[in-house]
């Protein structure tokens, strides 16, 4: 039986272990764990999502404080309409953190930056063009176009001078989605260096409906690779979502897909992003604890545990200090469902919003606990600590389990020292 070493993912004549690490935002793919998964040959990402909070945790900037200072006036208002991002500050938060996380790197491996295109930052075209630009000015390897695909994105960069030499990608969950992006772009001249497949088992938000159990990601892959043969398409599939085991990659890898992208499994490590106790939130979680639902503003589903404090939390929206979903008007369905609630309740204490979440705050405090569908099977790739806790391993482990490992065996850890 093979593994997945025994196969290559090609750009060019450049060649790498077919693993990349998702980009989980915010700041859960840390810039550690892209490094780990650059160290071991194969490709990590970076996210883009609220990178001016990030780098005020991460390199002492102070950009939340001053927005909020800036807009304070607009605190108990309704309408965000006059909360926007400055560009040039957005721009200095991402090459901050690109050029920061580009000069630590060793190894044959590269690292993307995950561009959620969702983050419509009251000005969706504006902030997107500075993002994406700020990002190949810091020599980031690679972008990949995430959630809300903006099929204009392609056009914001193409008179960036690393516009045909960075490797672009997107993330689509059906063939549609990608023949709609490929038409779009057709006009400048480039095709995506690779394309994520992510099928309905993936963490974060889901390119699918509620109905997202009747799709499955085989299927879906195989479809997509037979229009792109037809249409003798030679683009990198990379398979999304729920590939477990290192013998779950190799049985996408055998059936043509060019690499796997994973992340679930690299929640429960020392480079993760997520703080030590909500990782044992997720070692814990059992099938049951596990929801799609429909509380992110986005208007996608998403996965998280069931436990997550992001659910029925009721504070006020905070997009004078954040407003990443803002949209171009200045709305995000939390505000709505806030105000909703306080008009019902405007003497309650503590108001409860049930349908939707301020996604902004709860992903910048980590308290959103997105997942994928698989992360009840985390507590068998680990051994158990003397207090009952679950050994948080590390990412070049579980690179190394996926690289490695046969038989849909998963690898424990080395016992922790007593
Ligand atoms: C905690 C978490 C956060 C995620 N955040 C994002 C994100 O910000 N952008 C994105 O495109 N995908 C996101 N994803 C999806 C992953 O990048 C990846 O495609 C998917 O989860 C792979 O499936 P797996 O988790 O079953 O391995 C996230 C996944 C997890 C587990």
Redesign the pocket.
């Known amino acids: 039986m093979k593994c997945v070493d025994d196969f290559r993912l090609r750009f060019g004549n450049r060649e790498y272990v077919p693993i990349m690490i998702?980009?989980?935002?915010?700041d859960?793919?840390t810039a550690d764990l892209s490094l780990e998964a650059a160290r071991l040959g194969g490709i990590g990402?970076i996210?883009d999502?609220m990178l001016p909070t990030v780098s005020d945790r991460r390199y002492d900037t102070k950009y939340v404080r001053d927005k909020l200072k800036q807009y304070k006036y607009n605190v108990a208002n309704a309408d965000k309409s006059e909360v926007q991002f400055d560009l040039g500050l957005i721009a200095e938060a991402t090459d901050t953190h690109v050029r920061r996380t580009m000069e630590r790197k060793r190894g044959d491996g590269l690292i993307f930056i995950?561009c959620?295109e969702k983050l419509t930052m009251n000005s969706p075209k504006e902030t997107l063009r500075a993002r994406l630009r700020a990002a190949l000015d810091a020599g980031i390897d690679g972008i990949?176009l995430?959630?809300g695909l903006h099929l204009g994105s392609f056009a914001l960069i193409e008179d960036h001078p690393r516009f045909r030499d960075a490797k672009l990608g997107i993330?689509v969950s059906s063939l549609r989605a990608l023949q709609l992006f490929l038409k779009k772009s057709s006009r400048t001249g480039r095709l995506p260096d690779f394309v994520?497949v992510?099928g309905p088992?993936?963490?974060?938000?889901l390119g699918f409906g509620m109905d997202w159990a009747e799709y499955d990601l085989a299927t879906i892959t195989a479809e997509i690779q037979a229009w792109l043969k037809a249409e003798q398409l030679d683009i990198p599939l990379i398979a999304?979502?729920?590939?477990?085991t290192g013998s779950d990659a190799v049985s996408f890898l055998e059936n043509g897909a060019a690499a796997v992208?994973?992340?679930?499994?690299f929640?429960v490590t020392q480079e993760c992003g997520?703080p030590a106790d909500v990782q044992q939130h997720y070692f814990a979680a059992s099938e049951e604890e596990i929801e799609v639902n429909t509380i992110s503003p986005t208007g996608y589903p998403m996965r998280m545990l069931k436990s997550s404090p992001a659910i029925g939390a009721g504070i006020r929206p905070n997009c004078e200090a954040y407003g990443y979903l803002l949209d171009s008007s200045g709305n995000c369905a939390y505000i709505n469902a806030y105000n909703r609630e306080l008009a019902l309740h405007p003497d309650a204490k503590r108001l409860k919003v049930m349908d939707k979440t301020c996604l902004c705050t709860h992903m910048r405090n980590f308290d959103c606990w997105?997942?994928?569908?698989?992360t009840y099977r985390l507590k068998d790739t680990t051994r158990r600590n003397p207090d009952g806790s679950y050994q948080i391993l590390s990412a070049e482990h579980v690179f190394h389990d996926y690289q490695f490992s046969k038989d849909n065996k998963v690898a424990l850890p080395e016992e922790a020292a007593a």
């Open positions: 998702g980009g989980m935002g915010v859960i793919s990402h996210s999502a995950n959620m990949t995430a959630a993330i994520v992510e088992l993936a963490g974060g938000h999304a979502g729920g590939v477990f992208q994973v992340a679930t499994r929640t997520l997105t997942c994928g569908h698989y």
